[in-house]
């Protein structure tokens, strides 16, 4: 058995910025499931929000409840609204390197927005954040990072989380104790044929929750995006970042004729295209870029471009066939405002978590800036009630089927999924 002050489950923003946050006397396990940048984080593209400045608080909060059709928590929006521009002073000093124009940051503008106040670094902004605090944690001389980690249950006694059970790649598990341990294991997306979510983000932390009693939230509020790449090929759906719309670029169906408001919220423009779509009798729609986005296209996308010129398509020149797929989790582990769940030294960040700041929708673009925000304060509220507990003595873990624990854990979620469908009027 391995002992730890402080162990967090995965790399992805909320992950990393948790342990940059925690006391540096503090010794830290690091752990994922795949490799160190196989995030969810590491694939956001269009941006993170910010309040632009002092009169944007009652628009941004407007915008973030109107998406989440008003089931959003306030005070957790409220909270989100005022630290972003801490955060985003973090993320400086951390290295981060957003886009500038010549008036100082350069703003985009996506869809449910009613003006710019979204932060990027071309269309590659969460692989430059998760980058930067990456190599900033693996600086840290109190932190063990470990990848290739899966946890498989936690550790508890009397209503009081002790730490993890794990399995390396060998295949050999093993108890890891901890005064304080974070869950910030991303999303469910590799439960759907289609997702833009790596294929091994497959809600295990929901699992666990759900096998412990732990409280969740909104399980069923799932995000499907309105625009990934059309293939008929297996694997990851790659995102067209919204960002693409809010520089202009429209939906236009098999004629050519544009169909909707492409910056209304991510639910509405879903089914839209899935309206269109039926219509037209196709598996797409398209977007076109040409005409309509200004400026250098392949300079402001150019991880979409490079990549669209691989599919055969030129962003620059003609439309491409986009379809929805599933991209985001608005539901998850219940939190308070302080990353806090209802299990005594369990914490829980990011898009495993759930305190209700998205509400019904997520407006585009915050994810990123939630990440960041909740899990520093999940890890100051570490910081600030250090205590030392004596671990009971758990059995070592007993060896079975890895891959059919997986099975068993998505028919779980989804019977759940299912459930919370059922009873969506009680939200």
Known sequence: MKK?????????????????????????????????????????????????DDEDFESFMEDTLSAGHYENNREAVAVMINQSRE???????????????????????????????ILHCKDSTGREINSRLLKKVQELSNVTVMEKITVTDILSENGRCHGVTVRDISGKYENYCAQATILATGGIGGLFKRSTNYSHLTGDALAIALKNKIRIRDISYIQIHPTSLYTEEPGRAFLISESVRGEGAVLIDKDGKRFTDELQPRDIVTQKIYQQMEKDQMPYVRLCLKGYVKGDIAKRFPMIYEHCLKQGYDITKEPIPVTPAQHYFMGGIETDLNGRTDMDSLYAVGETSCNGVHGKNRLASNSLLESLVFSKRAAQDINRNRHSVEHPIFPEPSEFSCEERILEDKDLIMSEIRKGESNAGEH
């Open 4 to 52: 730890f002050d402080v162990i967090i489950v995965g790399t992805g923003v909320s992950g990393l910025f948790a342990a940059l946050n925690l006391h540096n006397d503090r010794q830290i396990a690091v752990l994922t499931k795949a490799a160190l940048n196989e995030t969810d984080s590491f694939l956001a593209q269009g941006g993170i929000c910010v309040q632009a």
């Open 87 to 117: 955060i985003i002073e973090d993320l400086l000093q951390a290295g981060v390197e957003f886009d500038r124009d010549n008036s100082g940051f350069s703003y985009t503008k996506e869809a449910a927005h009613s003006r710019p106040r």
